[in-house]
């Protein structure tokens, strides 16, 4: 009997490229896994157009129909949970999430970040990497505590930042790791490839 595929859930509020990217991977044969729930706080956002073009369960949920953040991420748990979601990928979700619903998914929620974190947390951060003067920005994969942009790194790429650089060519340039890492880091949890010592994770073989 085949076993059961890795389930995972992707929050999304806008564009979808890094939604689109994990589907493509999963598609290619490179991710053992399907995604069961996309979930978006947003009516608009294009990532629910693109999952359902690819057959994927694709809802909006409103948070002006809850009270409070709370309920609305009690709704968001029940959901997640009806689905027996092993992984939540956060994919430029644009909320900040509770302590319960971390709580409830205990260091199996992701996220990516564009810059190299801990430089640059937040938003706007191409903008803020090009005023800072780096020369070098990126993107990072983490796991999600209570704190924004803070958990403990699992996967970054680095994108040298141009003298000619604007924030969408750097934008553009990091976007593309993006892609590829997003995948890459799932792939480490699927094949539960990961050691902790405290925020240091690190792979526990070095394969491919
Ligand atoms: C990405 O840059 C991601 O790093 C950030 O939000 C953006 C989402 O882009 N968290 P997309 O919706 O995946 O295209």
């Given at each position: ?92 979700f ?6 319960e ?23 706007n ?8 003067g ?13 704190e ?32 590829i ?28």
């Open positions: 009997m085949p076993s059961e595929k890795f389930k995972l859930a992707v929050l999304v509020s806008g564009r979808g490229s890094n939604l689109q990217a994990i589907i493509d991977s999963i598609e290619k044969n490179n991710l053992a896994a399907e995604i069961s729930l996309i979930l978006s706080n947003e009516p608009d956002s294009y990532a629910l157009q693109r999952g359902k073009k690819h057959g994927l369960e694709s809802v909006f949920l409103n948070p002006k129909n809850f009270p409070s953040r709370d309920d609305y991420e009690k709704q968001m748990i029940e959901l997640l949970q009806t689905k027996s979601i092993d992984l939540v990928c956060l994919a430029g644009m909320r900040i999430l509770g302590k619903f971390i709580e409830a998914f205990s260091g199996k929620i992701i996220n990516i970040h564009p810059s190299l974190l801990p430089a640059f947390p937040g938003l951060v191409q903008e803020k990497a090009l005023e800072h780096a020369k070098f920005s990126g993107c990072t994969v983490h796991f999600v505590n209570e924004v942009d803070d958990g403990a790194i699992i996967l970054q790429a680095i994108v040298p930042i141009l003298d000619e650089d604007d924030v969408q060519s750097l934008s553009d340039r990091i976007l593309e790791q993006e892609h890492t997003y995948s890459e880091a799932i792939r480490l949890i699927i094949e539960d490839n990961l050691e902790f010592y405290g925020r240091r994770v690190i792979r526990k073989t070095r394969g491919n």
